[in-house]
């Protein structure tokens, strides 16, 4: 089994790295990648723990920003896989962007104080340097009593058209496809039809981005409807690009299972033979 999308505790999961690489092996993972958001500061910790048998991309996930197609903006999460992480471009991208996750999760926190949520700013700022987001904040206010679980945080509370959302500078996601590139790495767009999650992009834009050096789209996403899964297989097939399905672990704070959704061996074989700037990380030796 192949999921190539899992959070840890570098960025909004709740499992430390070696503990994401320990759960997927147990789950019956073979091949897993650890993608935390802007930062690869899981890499080290969850490299280490590979058992014999099974295999770790390193990978990220990068906050950009992409046309929507139809004359405004949405954000679009972009997947980079076995980019070399010293690479001086992708370091300022995701350096820039933890600072601009720690502003906005400032303005937040501050807005939800002035309403009389005394969510604690220092819990987060405990966290500087490391990318923060909303699931951070939902946490908290979890954690007052303020509502009763993340998912139910993001619906009222966080939700991008409420009162509390403070946006972040994404990265255009042309700009991030081509630092990726350059890295070495791989670029998949990560669920880019997740539509609880606001507005999504029209069809062309995949086809521009495709154009641009995107090498592969993740269709198999618990975010995804099937009608959805089906319409992107299409287009990608179209396209020439490498389909993917992953869970998009976060531990507990999101409900779905490692391997919930599975990449296919050829597809991962097709990816990892694009990528020269990280090697493959196989357990056992
Ligand atoms: P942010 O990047 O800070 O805007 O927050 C987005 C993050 O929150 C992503 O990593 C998502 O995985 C997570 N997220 C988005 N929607 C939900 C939800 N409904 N329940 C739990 N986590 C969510
Ligand atoms: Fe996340
Ligand atoms: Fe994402
Ligand atoms: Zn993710």
Not at 24 to 53: C, F, N, S, Y
Not at 229 to 244: C, E, H, K, N, Q
Not at 246 to 254: A, P, Q, V
Request: aromatic share 4%.
């Amino acid at each position: 089994m192949i999921d190539l999308h899992l959070h840890s505790s570098a960025s909004d999961g709740t499992d430390a790295p070696a503990d994401v690489v320990r759960l997927a092996a147990a789950a019956g993972v073979t091949t897993l990648a650890l993608t935390d958001h802007d930062t690869t500061a899981g890499w080290d910790e969850a490299a280490a723990a590979v058992p014999a048998g099974v295999r770790l991309l390193r990978g990220a996930e990068f906050s950009t920003s992409s046309p929507d197609g139809r004359g405004g903006e949405v954000s679009a999460h972009l997947l980079g896989y076995l980019f070399d992480p010293a690479d001086p471009a992708v370091l300022a991208d995701q350096e820039r962007l933890r600072g601009e996750r720690s502003r906005r999760v400032g303005v937040m926190t501050e807005r939800l104080r002035a309403a009389g949520y005394d969510v604690d700013p220092a819990a987060i700022a405990a966290r500087t340097g490391a990318p923060v987001g909303r699931p951070h904040v939902a946490q908290a206010l979890v954690d007052l009593g303020a509502v009763e679980s993340v998912p139910a945080a993001f619906e009222t509370f966080l939700h991008k058209d409420g009162p509390y959302y403070e946006p972040k500078a994404d990265t255009p996601i042309a700009e991030a496809i081509g630092v990726i590139r350059a890295a070495g790495g791989v670029p998949v767009w990560a669920h880019p039809w997740a539509r609880k999650r606001g507005g999504v992009v029209e069809e062309s834009v995949i086809v521009d981005m495709a154009a641009l050096g995107l090498v592969g789209v993740e269709v198999d996403h618990p975010d995804h409807s099937l009608a959805d899964r089906d319409r992107l297989r299409a287009l990608a097939a179209d396209l020439g690009l490498v389909v993917t399905g992953s869970s998009d672990y976060h531990g507990t704070r999101k409900t779905v299972r490692i391997a919930a959704e599975t990449t296919a061996p050829e597809a991962l074989d097709t990816l990892v033979a694009r990528a020269t700037g990280a090697d493959v990380v196989v357990g056992g030796q």
